[in-house]
């Protein structure tokens, strides 16, 4: 909770895509670095193991908790005139503060795993971020059709502020499509709107 009552509401779309670019990046990296390790599987089948766990772990990431967002927006109650609106670096900033061992821990395995299968933990990561970017934009085709932002008390995400459709989020907040300093889907405003 801000103070005096008010309430801090952080961008639902930035919140889900935060994660996107740390994971593929590392995960690009790791696959880069696990091609040049020879493997106990050899590089052909690692590298279509690591193929198969990309499409199948973007798909999984992109699809997980689709219900539970829909009911959460359809819900949703308008945003009070005292709600404090999040700024994007302040979200994207505290998701990856959050995340940040959960991060490296995930790119270490990711090279480790380069032992055993070339690539595949890597590419497994990619497609764990590029499965967040489908999400992302998921959420922001919504906003677009509904004419609306959708937005989460930053009190209700969990300690790690990396689940804006875990148990604890009870109901989202909508504003107008020109409100804050994201367009639908999370990204960066190109230029600011007119308000």
Not at 8 to 25: D, K
Not at 126 to 148: N, P, T, V
Request: aromatic share 8%.
């Amino acid at each position: 909770m801000a103070r005096g009552g008010q309430v801090g509401l952080a961008r639902v779309a930035v919140v889900v895509r935060a994660g996107a670019a740390p994971l593929w990046w590392l995960g690009v990296l790791a696959a880069g670095v696990g091609v040049l390790v020879p493997g106990l599987t050899g590089h052909r089948i690692g590298v279509l193991a690591g193929a198969a766990l990309f499409i199948v772990a973007t798909a999984v990431v992109a699809w997980t908790r689709r219900r539970r967002y829909t009911a959460l927006a359809g819900s949703a109650a308008r945003a009070g005139k005292h709600d404090v609106l999040q700024d994007r670096a302040v979200t994207l900033r505290n998701w990856r503060r959050g995340h940040r061992w959960w991060l490296l821990l995930a790119f270490l395995a990711a090279l480790g795993s380069a032992f055993a299968v070339p690539a595949a933990g890597g590419l497994l990561m990619a497609g764990c971020g590029a499965g967040l970017w489908l999400k992302s934009a998921w959420i922001g085709r919504r906003e677009q059709s509904g004419d609306a932002l959708l937005w989460v008390r930053v009190d209700w995400l969990a300690d790690d502020t990396g689940r804006p459709a875990g148990k604890t989020v009870r109901a989202y907040r909508t504003t107008g499509i020109a409100a804050g300093d994201a367009s639908p889907g999370g990204a960066r405003r190109k230029s600011p709107t007119p308000v």
